[in-house]
Every structure is written in C-alpha cells, then in structure tokens.
C-alpha cells in the first residue's frame, strides 16, 4: 500500500547526478533541507565511465569518485538522499506530490535532473569495450585518441558534431552510416564530406567490436551481398545514433519537445525566437504551431521553469546540446538559485 506523507517539503529533486547532487549543494545551503531522490542504481551517467579530464578543478579524476565528491558535499549541509526512483508524479497549482514504490511526498517545489541515456548497439562485444576505447561523447574522450584512427557510428546532426571534433585529435575518422545518405543538416554533411581526415563507409553496419581488454578493431558487414564481412582496425569506437532523455515519467505533467527534453523558459524563448526568425538554416525543436500555443505557459522571468509553476529542470534531460558534467552541474546550480527566489517570493 502506498503510504501518504502529511508533511509538504520546501523543494524534492528527482535525479541524482551531477546536476541534482549541485543543486542541493546549494538549496541546503540555503537551509531549505532538499529531499533527493538519487533513482536507482544513482550517481548518472559519470558512474558508467572512467578518466574525466575536462572537469574544472580537477585534472584528472574518475567518474563515479567525481560523483561520490559531488554526493558528500551535498549531504555535508544536510541534503537527504534516498536512493529510490520516482515512479509517480502530481504536479498542480498549489503543491506537488511525487511517489516511490511505497510512499507519496509532497513538496511546493520540484526540481527534475533525471539526466539521460546514451543510445548503444548493444553489442555485447560493444558493451565490455565500453570506457575501453569504446565512447558515446567525442567531447569527452576525443582527447585520450591524439594521431589514432577512430570510427564514428551515426548519420545525424551529432555524428557530424562527433566525427569533426574528433578530427582535432585523430589522425584518421571513419564514419560508419547504415544508409546511403545522411539525415543531418545539409551544413554539417558539407563540412565533414570536405574534410580530408574523415573517410565516410555508406551501406555499413559494425556487426561487433573486437579486442580482449581494448579495443582493436571492428566486423563490418555492407549491406551489398556480393561484399564480404570485413575487418577495420582502429583505436577507438564513438556511437553517435542518439540520446534518450529519461523524461517518460513527465510525459502527461509538463511539455517536453519532439525529442523528449523538457522544455523550459529559456529554452522556450529561444525556440520562439527562432521561429520568427528570418534565418533558413535555424532549426526548431519545438514544432512551430506549439511555440505558438505555449506562448502563455512559461514563465519567462525563471531560467529553469518548467509549463507547471513551481516545477524546474536542468542538466541532461534539458540540455540536448552540451551534455556535459560541467554544464549540468552550472544548470543545477541555476535552477537552486532559482528555488531559492521562488520560495522566498511564494513562502511570504
Ligand atoms: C560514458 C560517458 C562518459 C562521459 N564522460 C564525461 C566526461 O569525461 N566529462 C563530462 O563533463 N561529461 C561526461 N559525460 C557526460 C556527463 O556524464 C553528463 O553530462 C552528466 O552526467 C549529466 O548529469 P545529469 O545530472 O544531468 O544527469 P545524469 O548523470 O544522467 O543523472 C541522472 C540521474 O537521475 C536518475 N533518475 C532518472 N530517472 C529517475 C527517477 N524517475 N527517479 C529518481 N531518479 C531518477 C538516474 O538514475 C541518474 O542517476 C559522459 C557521459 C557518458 C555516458
């Protein structure tokens, strides 16, 4: 049976990875005792890698000891984690309840960073390699692979993203693409086809990921049948073929755009003005007709606002951009800072 909590808590966060954990660094130092939900296993996506180099403040340290850091500085100002998931959640005008397996809480403000999940093959040989010279975040890893020759999987706006960026490291760039033709931006299709250090495989899929405890190389398979499987050695894999946002939850609560992130103030505005823009190029999130009917949803005066007053997001499951620890860390910290406010308007 689910059991009802009579207390209504100052603010609950949903998500316990660097953008919640930041977060409530900053709302227990404001003395509003945040209640995590830190989900189930906790710790996000930095718990599923190793080396992180591009941490400021650190120049070298492991993803899950970063996440540990991360976790005792915000229970040292009284920050109290559950290591559950939110399974349910109410959101309406005068407070909020949210719900585990077994009970229900309540709190005038919520702020949701439940983060977001990279898309695999799901290889098993992909799966061992991962951290081991197999990546999701060229960003991230591109640095460890200086005059090695690196492949990219993905046909997408992010595998032209991932495949250039890594051509400021390797020496040489596959991009791997099961199809004939990209579906990116004509813009970024152009910059990778000129560029001389990426060689593009059209028809290709990676059949597995070979390597004992690195990884050496990859079986393809063409799509053509009188093509042979083949073998291409490289030092390091890149997937690229999408992010999924871990917002299912939120899905009747609060609006999300075409691709699942949640949609908040700034980024609304950003969408807006993109969608009375002149530009040709500009390319919209938020399909045009709903930038329109949102218009009176927002909250413009609040960054990190969700379409329900009182309930924020920041790090990953907004930002479809960056997804970078240390921007999810700046977007938690944002959105406390915001609480804070809110709370200090809506409490008198
Ligand atoms: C393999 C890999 C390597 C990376 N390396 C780097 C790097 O070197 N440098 C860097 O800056 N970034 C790196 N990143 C990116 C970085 O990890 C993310 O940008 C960052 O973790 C995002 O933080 P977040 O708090 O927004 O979300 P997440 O880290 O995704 O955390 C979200 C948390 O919310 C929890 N959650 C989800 N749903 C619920 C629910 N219903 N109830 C309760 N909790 C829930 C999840 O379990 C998770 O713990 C890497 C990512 C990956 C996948």
């Given at each position: 049976m689910i059991e009802p909590s009579n207390k209504i808590e100052e603010v609950i966060v949903i998500g316990g990875g660097p953008a919640g954990l930041a977060a409530c660094v900053y709302l227990a130092r404001a003395n509003l005792k945040p209640l995590l939900f830190a989900g189930s296993p906790p710790g996000g996506q930095l718990m599923l890698t190793s080396e992180v180099e591009n941490y400021p403040g650190f120049d070298h340290?492991?993803?899950?000891?970063?996440?540990?850091?991360?976790?005792?500085?915000a229970q040292?100002?009284?920050?109290?984690i559950v290591d559950q998931n939110i399974l349910k959640v109410f959101f309406s005008t005068s407070h909020h309840e949210v719900g585990t397996i077994d009970k229900t809480y309540a709190a005038k403000t919520i702020l949701i960073?439940?983060?977001?999940?990279a898309l695999w093959l799901n290889l098993q040989s992909e799966q061992r390699l991962r951290g081991k010279g197999v990546s999701a975040c060229a960003t991230c890893d591109?640095?460890?692979?200086?005059?090695?020759?690196?492949?990219v999987i993905g046909g997408g706006d992010t595998a032209m993203e991932e495949a250039l960026t890594l051509t400021k490291f390797a020496a040489k760039v596959y991009l791997i693409h099961r199809r004939d033709q990209f579906r990116a931006s004509k813009i970024m299709q152009k910059r990778v086809l000129e560029n001389p250090k990426i060689k593009v495989m059209w028809n290709t899929v990676v059949e597995e990921v070979l390597g004992e405890n690195k990884i050496e190389g990859l079986k393809l398979a063409t799509e053509k049948p009188e093509t042979e499987n083949r073998i291409l050695k490289i030092d390091g894999l890149f997937l690229a073929i999408g992010h999924k946002p871990d917002t299912d939850l939120f899905k009747s609560a609060i609006e999300l755009d075409g691709k699942g992130y949640i949609v908040t103030s700034d980024r609304y505005a950003l969408e807006f003005a993109k969608s009375v823009s002149k530009e040709t190029e500009v390319k919209l999130l938020i399909p045009k007709e709903k930038v329109t009917m949102y218009k009176d949803r927002f909250d413009l005066n609040w960054v990190s606002a969700t379409?329900?007053?009182?309930?924020?997001?920041?790090?990953d499951c907004v930002d479809y951009q960056f997804r970078q620890a240390g921007t999810a860390v700046g977007m938690g910290i944002a959105a406390a800072l915001e609480i804070e406010r809110w709370l200090e308007i809506h409490n008198q």
């Open positions: 340290i492991l993803g899950p000891e970063l996440v540990a850091k991360l976790r005792k500085h040292t100002f009284g920050t109290r960073t439940t983060g977001a999940k591109g640095f460890f692979f200086k005059n090695k020759v690196v492949a379409s329900v007053k009182g309930v924020f997001a920041a790090g």
